[in-house]
């Protein structure tokens, strides 16, 4: 580590002695100290901690460590990688899903702790340990809500894990809103954020019309040609490192639905069905066990809705929580302005989908928001918390022939918003057709498709006794 104000080294030594076994230290004006760490493979290596013993990612490691995330969105993640390299950062995303994941999971988390947990963390150490990456110029990259679920507590669920698997060198970076731990290398600047929101936004929006043509498609394959042919020329434009107006955004926005509505459409009527759940099952095909290709394989339209109201669903949660417990003026005003952000961008999103008669759009929050009164409370945001409700509820009300709530084993917040308000929307809508399906390490593949097969043949049944019930 060449220079000390990047490596986070000193400007002025004060060595001290340290109690946790770790060898040499010495601390700089912001209470970080440098140490040296013997790796599992017998070297040394230099590290920068804060006051509280936690590794710090450092502006020298910004530049020389590749950053590995897991995968969550498949759609999504390419353009937030690109974000992360115009940013001048190195990432990769990982998409392995051998049994080998699972198995890392099993060994270094605790076996009551969630199933997104144990993929995310399994999916880490395996590629830690895979002998592809440099254990030593590395650092893993992980999300934290900064709510009460364990989602804010991977991060120290995965430091745990890396020191039981004798990599506890490796740094881990918390991406997140909250401003929960700081490194010097890594910060999230208005620009960084902006490219965040507008990956986000270009996801959701190729994936719900992806969606709604692929099944219907004359050339099979054209929808996924034209979401690589949108993803390959959005990533360019963000490594020309130049900054895209909103109105640049928005031009975007109206393109990509008139291409996606010039796909030539077969004409063809097939069953809706829903996804919904915790939000690492629903969209990660490691988690639902690829149930979304399962699906189209049998032959229907696949809806899954953007991750556009979660994120507001959590930045509401921030405004509620300043109401029901108070806040400084400037707290209030800052977590208001950033939900109008997203609320103006899910708008605009909205009225371009809408431009086209081919395609159907998603609610705005504030009236998906309206949907769970009289089911549960705001209060209710743990996880997925009352958006799980409300998704369910959009989806019958919008006619889906059926509704896949996937719940993950461990997650209590889920149970309670998905399995445990199936009752009372089944009593208020008898139409709905809606199944849960449990993700677990042991959770037989075949046994949750048979369960989704039930779902659909009750489904088709009433299709044959109401015709008109398909995608149209
Ligand atoms: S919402 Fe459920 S699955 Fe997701 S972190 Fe919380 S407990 Fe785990």
């Known amino acids: 580590m060449a220079d000390s104000k990047q490596s986070g080294k000193p400007d002025s030594m004060t060595v001290s002695k340290q109690s946790d076994g770790l060898v040499n230290m010495a601390e700089n004006k912001q209470g970080h100290r440098t ?16 006051g509280s013993g936690r590794l710090l990612f450092t502006k020298e490691m910004k530049k020389e460590f590749l950053l590995l995330s897991p995968l969550m969105l498949p759609v999504h993640m390419s353009m ?24 890392e999971g ?41 709510g009460g679920c364990r989602a804010s507590n991977y991060i120290h669920l ?17 991406l997140n809103l909250s401003g929960m731990e700081k490194n010097p290398g890594f910060s999230l600047n208005i620009s960084f954020i902006r490219k965040l929101i507008y990956a986000l936004l270009y996801g959701d929006l190729l994936m719900l019309l992806a969606n709604q043509v692929r099944p219907y498609e004359k050339e099979p394959g054209a929808a996924d040609r034209l979401v690589d042919k949108w993803v390959e020329a959005l990533n360019q434009l963000y490594m020309s490192g130049k900054t895209t107006p909103y109105r ?8 990509i639905v008139k291409d996606f509505a010039e796909i030539p459409d077969s004409g063809e009527k097939k069953l809706r069905v829903g996804v919904v759940g915790e939000i690492y099952v629903k969209y990660a095909p490691l988690g639902n066990n690829n149930l979304e290709e399962f699906l189209r394989s049998e032959d229907v339209e696949v809806d899954v809705p953007g991750v556009l109201d979660f994120m507001i669903f959590k930045i509401d949660n921030r405004v509620q929580d300043a109401g029901l417990y108070g806040a400084k003026w400037i707290k209030k005003a800052a977590v208001a302005l950033f ?42 945001k743990m996880g997925e918390g009352w958006l ?67 779902m659909l043949a009750t489904a088709r049944a009433r299709q044959e006794e109401k015709p008109d019930m398909t995608h149209q």
């Open 339 to 380: 939900k109008g952000v997203f609320v103006k961008c899910q708008k605009d999103l909205i009225s371009a989908i809408k431009t086209s008669p081919r395609f159907r759009a998603p609610a705005p929050f504030a009236e998906t928001r309206e949907l769970v009164k009289g089911y549960v409370g705001y209060g209710n």
């Open 80 to 103: 937030i990688r690109n974000s992360f390299l115009s940013e001048g950062y190195n990432m990769e995303v990982l998409h392995t899903s051998h049994r080998a994941v699972v198995d």
């Open 158 to 174: 995965l430091r745990k894990a890396l020191k039981r698997a004798g990599y506890e060198h490796i740094p881990v970076v918390s």
């Open 35 to 50: 140490i040296t760490m013997t790796t599992a493979a017998g070297t040394t290596v230099e590290r920068v901690v804060d």
């Open 388 to 454: 799980l409700t409300a998704e369910m509820l959009e989806l019958v009300h919008n006619g889906s022939a059926g509704v896949v709530c996937t719940q993950p084993f461990g997650c209590l917040p889920n149970h309670v918003s998905g399995k445990g308000m199936m009752g009372l929307i089944k009593k208020n809508h008898p139409e709905a057709n809606i199944v849960a399906i449990d993700y677990d390490p042991g959770a037989s593949r075949t046994n949750q498709e048979n369960r989704i097969k039930l």
């Open 248 to 255: 640049t955004v928005k031009k975007h926005f109206s393109q």
């Open 106 to 146: 099993l060994r270094h988390v605790h076996n009551d702790t969630c199933y997104p947990a144990l993929l995310v963390i399994g999916q880490l150490i395996e590629a830690v340990k895979s002998g592809k990456y440099d254990p030593d110029k590395i650092a893993l990259l992980i999300t934290q809500t900064g």
